[in-house]
């Protein structure tokens, strides 16, 4: 069987990478090569961007992949455009693996937006402290809005000073839990909090503590993917195995 490259990024991806090995299916696992602490992993790894569709469709020949599943970011759309151009002129068989998006519940107070513009624009008005859970990626887009007090929460130290002059950074990566979640906005004294709805279990305890408190929260939604996808690891291993009549 020819090797199916992943491109990782997300527990998802780690958690594929996992199933593979276990059912010896010979996988790489791709890495963007943002995060400096890459966790460990049962498959062989490679770290950094192709080069655009060019450098993505030369890897893919080059290694003789013979599937590729995008188990990237929900919000990684400039890789999954470039994967899904590149298995098409490949005609190599791609597969998206995305989480399902979080959905409100009872006591939520969510406003849902449909980008970081526009969730800089509804922080417009008097100063507030903000929990900016998003990533260091999309922090610019928020430049122009001064006059909060952020929190920031970051899996990696910054190497560049964040573009706020009032700001507190911690770092952490996920799974979280409520407890620390809810102590961490009662601490910084948060009245709102901005992130993507990027779903899975690992940061959505930031929600249930916003939810405990009565906090407003600015939800970035997702945008819209393309092509076949599935939700669940089993379901990628089953496409997988497609090939070899199992």
Excluded at 49 to 54: A, L, P, T
Excluded at 160 to 183: K, L, N, Q, W, Y
């Amino acid at each position: 069987m020819r090797p199916i490259l992943i491109l990782g990024g997300t527990t998802e991806a780690s958690h594929l990478a996992g199933a593979m090995a276990d059912a010896q299916l010979p996988a790489i696992l791709s890495y963007a090569g943002r995060t400096l602490t890459p966790r460990a992993q049962p498959v062989p790894v490679r770290i950094g961007g192709f080069g655009g569709v060019e450098g993505l469709v030369e890897y893919l020949l080059r290694e003789g992949i013979g599937r590729v599943v995008d188990a990237t970011h929900p919000f990684a759309a400039k890789i999954s455009r470039n994967a899904r151009t590149a298995c098409h002129r490949t005609g190599i068989p791609l597969l998206r693996l995305e989480r399902p998006v979080w959905r409100p519940a009872a006591g939520d107070r969510w406003v849902s937006l449909p980008d970081m513009e526009a969730a800089a624009a509804a922080l417009s008005g008097v100063p507030r402290r903000v929990f900016l859970a998003i990533g260091r990626q999309h922090l610019g887009a928020f430049a122009g809005v001064q006059q909060h007090r952020y929190l920031l929460r970051l899996v990696d130290p910054p190497v560049t000073p964040p573009p706020f002059r009032d700001c507190s950074v911690v770092i952490g990566r996920g799974p979280f839990d409520t407890g620390a979640e809810r102590a961490l906005l009662e601490r910084h004294g948060t009245e709102i909090i901005v992130t993507k709805n990027a779903g899975g279990e690992g940061a959505r305890a930031k929600l249930h503590a916003a939810r405990l408190l009565g906090l407003p929260v600015l939800m970035v939604e997702r945008p819209a993917s393309a092509g076949e996808s599935v939700a669940r690891v089993e379901d990628v291993l089953r496409w997988c195995h497609a090939d070899l009549g199992v």
